[in-house]
């Protein structure tokens, strides 16, 4: 679950490393080099722009259910490139297909056509920081959830930054696939964390939480299969050592069972050392 509200907007800086990481292997067969991060280190990440992010990780589209238009209906601080690499088009075919003239006005919650798609894939933006050290992971202890929904829940707490977890992978409800991966507001701002308030973890900590309640529930399959994507992802990018993977309850101080007593923590950490 998350927790407090704090801090703010932490632009991209500290980028010794980015030629380390952009050494780091492939992952998949998707990987598109995006931008010049070293040249502009401090460029905020705006909406319908393409991020100034080393790297974006990209699954293979999923060709199983064939071509098909679908509606997506756009989540927090969801841009039109977002969108269209998600889906693999051109940001052009969407505004046609959608009479978009202006992508600024693109707005979340907007409901949009997307002709022609093999669905929705893991889109991963990769930030050249070091601030990153760990990784919490949590459940929404929620039925059903997209991000757009988890946004509207924290900000309705107050939360102004809205989503308080950076990832969200879903479970099916929400209008989102099972096991979609989900990227927020705060991860594309690089903005500290609202979920775990102990101590400097919501500074230090990736926070990603699985859609449901893994205390009266287990986690299906393909949820499992995403998360250990995206959390292999992040580790291997930002050389994250598997003892600093931890589930919300194990972090000191914590007094909660998140991410659910059901949440199967050594098959997830058993997949992750294989990666
Ligand atoms: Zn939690």
Redesign the pocket.
């Known amino acids: 679950?998350?927790?407090r509200e704090s801090m703010k907007v932490d632009c991209l800086r500290s980028i010794s490393r980015v030629r380390t990481l952009l050494l780091w292997g492939l992952i998949g067969s998707g990987l598109f080099l995006s931008g010049c991060a070293t040249s502009r280190p401090t460029q905020r990440v705006m909406p319908n722009v393409r991020p100034a992010t080393a790297l974006t990780v990209n699954l293979p589209m999923s060709t199983g259910s064939g071509m098909r238009d679908v509606y997506h209906v756009v989540g927090p601080y969801e841009g039109l490139w977002r969108i269209a690499t998600i889906y693999g088009k051109d940001v052009g075919s969407i505004m046609r297909d959608n009479n978009i003239t202006d992508p600024s006005k693109v707005k979340k919650g907007q409901r949009l056509l997307i002709r022609n798609t093999y669905g929705p894939r893991p889109n991963i933006p990769l930030f050249p920081t070091t601030r990153w050290t760990h990784i919490?992971?949590?459940?929404t202890?929620t039925d059903v959830g997209s991000a757009l929904d988890i946004d509207s829940m924290h900000l309705k707490k107050g939360w102004e930054n809205g989503m308080g977890y950076d990832f969200l992978i879903d479970n099916g409800t929400g209008g989102k696939m099972l096991g979609q991966i989900e990227v927020g507001p705060r991860w594309l701002k690089q903005m500290d964390g609202a979920?775990?308030k102990q101590g400097d973890w919501n500074k230090k900590a990736i926070?990603i939480?699985v859609v449901g309640n893994y205390s009266e529930e287990n986690l299906p399959t393909s949820m499992m299969d995403n998360l250990v994507f995206l959390v292999a992802t992040l580790k291997n990018f930002y050389q994250i050592p598997d003892r600093n993977i931890v589930?919300?309850?194990d972090v000191p101080g914590?007094a909660?069972e998140?991410?659910g007593k059901f949440f199967p923590w050594n098959e997830f950490k058993r997949r992750l050392r294989m990666y």
């Open positions: 679950m998350a927790e919490v992971i949590h459940h202890a979920h775990t926070g939480a589930g919300h309850r914590a909660t998140c991410p």
